[in-house]
């Protein structure tokens, strides 16, 4: 079993819609979440992150985490099509620390 | 601010044949990172450096990969000889922060290498 697990898309949405990204873990000890952003041919970038569970806004995104069910989401409302990339999970925590990626979901934003 | 600067931007080999990237981190960063990303999957740490010296090298395949940060400043990644499975998207991070802490990533837009 992957310690993150993402689907991988592809999801296609009509503008304005709202987007649900989702990761399952299951390292308990994970306490730091992050969504990274990344478009085609370059290198990923941070979004959002929370520490420890609930709920994180930053205007059009919405990080969610539930600990106990070890689900995090990424809510995008209004989505525009520059929202059109591979959004990447991923988090860290324990005893090595490393942060660990799924293996991202590509979003299409369709004008 | 200047951001994670890496080059090549794109290589192609042949395998068994050698390659070497090259990496600049944000000004003041201490900690770099490369990350291997196959198509289709996420980042793969494969080394992480605290200034000059290495604080994680478990999934850098030693017996072809090498990796040095000279003066705790640029990084350079070698491949020798190469594998038609290293094909994958070789990634440069810095941050400002030690490990230990939330160190937010920034992330060059690495180099595509194709081994034929």
């Known amino acids: 079993q992957k310690e993150v697990e993402q689907d991988p898309g592809p999801l296609s949405v009509p503008e304005g819609a709202i987007v649900s990204l989702n990761c399952t873990y299951s390292?308990?000890?994970?306490?730091?979440f992050m969504w990274y952003r990344q478009y085609s041919r370059k290198g990923p970038e941070l979004l959002m992150y929370?520490?420890?569970?609930g709920n994180k806004e930053d205007g059009r995104f919405t990080a969610q985490v539930d600990k106990s069910s070890k689900y995090i989401s990424l809510f995008i409302r209004d989505s525009q099509p520059s929202d059109s990339a591979t959004y990447l999970c991923?988090?860290?925590?324990?005893?090595?620390?490393?942060?660990?990626f799924g293996t991202g979901t590509l979003l299409a934003v369709q004008p | 601010e200047a951001g994670v600067a890496q080059s090549p931007r794109y290589k192609i080999i042949e395998k068994r044949q050698s390659v070497a990237f090259w990496c600049n981190p944000i000004?003041?960063?201490?900690?770099l990172y490369w990350y291997q990303q196959i198509l289709g999957q996420g980042p793969k740490l494969l080394i992480q450096f605290q200034n000059n010296g290495v604080v994680d090298d478990s999934q850098l395949p030693k017996d072809r990969f090498s990796a040095e940060r000279l003066k705790g400043v640029d990084s350079t990644l070698k491949i020798q000889p190469a594998k038609l499975e290293d094909s994958a998207v070789y990634l440069c991070?810095?941050?400002?922060?030690?490990?230990?802490?939330?160190?937010?990533?920034?992330f060059g837009s690495g180099t595509q290498l194709s081994v034929l």
């Open positions: 991923a988090m860290k925590g324990g005893a090595t620390n490393k942060l660990i």
């Open positions: 390292n308990s000890a994970f306490q730091y």
């Open positions: 000004s003041g960063h201490a900690t």
């Open positions: 929370t520490y420890s569970s």
């Open positions: 991070a810095s941050s400002l922060a030690p490990s230990s802490a939330l160190g937010k990533l920034f």
